[in-house]
């Protein structure tokens, strides 16, 4: 346990420093607001288009993909540690499961969904 | 509450936030300067004195906190004043797992330094790692900016990208030492392994010859897993969105990135943690593949018996304490520094290319290392026993 009350002193101190210099941040400064400061920044120019519209699908194929590969590695972590009592057992089924995995990467590779031109 | 425990956390805290990373703000405009022969920071004094520009941070700190905080107009305020709370935090809080030494007893106590020594340590530093991903999209995303959510874009992917790569470049190290603790991993490498050892178990030559036990190597991860400490290296300093990484926030084509329109401490909070993260990669790299806080070829155990014979058992433990957070911090040192000369060496990717690096160089190769690695392995067992 005692792990534990190092990590949550940790956590509540990185937590309050940063919170302190935020709130230090939004307090100390000058406030001196005018509607042509608060603009959002477009090099001077007046916004054209709102930032809020579709984007590429690529983001998303990029993130799905992640999520695939992502669960990879979870399995793989407890397989890791555990590899040495597992032997040539434990090498055979997890090289299955990369060889598939990485089937689906050479897929995906084919499909062009790693290219970005 | 153990008042020891709350003392080593506190203090590892103030050394590692309160002391590394203003530091880091004035070795980074030092170093830019060494690599483009200028003087670099040293105007900020204090009574006139100077101190190589020592005090720059300092000056830094004032100036940010005193500048006004401006939110514009159609942008999240609560996620905009969020974000980089978000951002800078979980680089704070990952020195938590990071161990600068073993394990020592004197006057009776145990001391472990490391704050949190928790049996997951690698993949808490991953999951509070992953959270900063949320800082970095967000604020572009709440700052109502063109720039700021191009920026959140190209940040949200290559974080993304790069995190398969690093969650797989490191798994061939545990299947190694067996754990994803830190103190065992620093453990593991403190051992030696017969360079030509593999010459005597294929009998080719007649065991208990000189030489052969005379070539150790320390098992440092750089040496036993070298391809992964590369990839390692690579994405981790991906995953920080530094040069020659630093496509969301390239100040050619982006103004700033997703953190465009922010001012202030808001602004510098994105540095700190970026600054922060330098030193936890440098930490996390050491611990994981520069054997942590070992000697080469002299053992924990060897060096506390040395200084124990020296100055008795409790001072010696102490020494050696501090020899081994020396030694660390050295390494520690060296991995910052190479981090910063990377940054002035190599020119900023197109995103294709990083987008390419990710996904079909070293996701690619590091899936071919777990394999080799349990290869080499099984071999190594079969042979020796």
Known sequence: MSEYVGLGLFALLGSVVVAGMLTAAIVLGPKLRFSEKLEPFECGERQLVSPYQRFSVK??????????????????????????????????????????????LVYAWMKGALDWS | MDPVLVGKAVFIFLVTVGLFGPVMTWIERKQSALMQDRVGANRADILGLRVIGLFHPIADAIKMLTKEDTVPTGAHRVLHALCPFIAATPALISFAVIPYGGTYTAFGREFNLCVADLDYGVLYIFAIGSVATYGSILAGWAGNNNWGILGSLRASAQMISYEVALGVSVIGMFMICG????????????????????????????????????????????????LAFFIFLGAIMAENKRPPFDLPEAESELVAGYFTEYSGMKFGLYLLGEWTEVVVIAGLVTALFLGGWAIPWVSDVALIGFLSGLVGSDWGNLLAMLVHVGVFLVKLVFMIFFQMILRWSLPRFRYDQVMNLGWKIMLPLSLANILLTGLAMLVVQEVTS
């Open chain 2, 179 to 226: 754990s994803v603790r830190l103190t065992d991993i620093g453990l593991v490498q403190q051992e030696t392994f017969r360079l030509f050892g593999f010459l005597e178990h294929f009998g080719w030559i007649a065991p208990g010859t000189g030489w052969v036990d005379a070539i150790t190597l320390p098992m440092w991860g750089i040496l036993l897993q070298p």
């Open chain 1, 59 to 104: 983001f998303y194929l990029v993130a799905v993909l992640f999520i695939l590969f992502d669960i990879e590695v979870v399995f793989l972590y407890p397989w890791a540690v555990v590899f040495r009592d597992l032997g040539w057992f434990g090498f055979v089924e997890m090289g299955l499961f990369i060889v598939v995995l990485a089937a689906a």
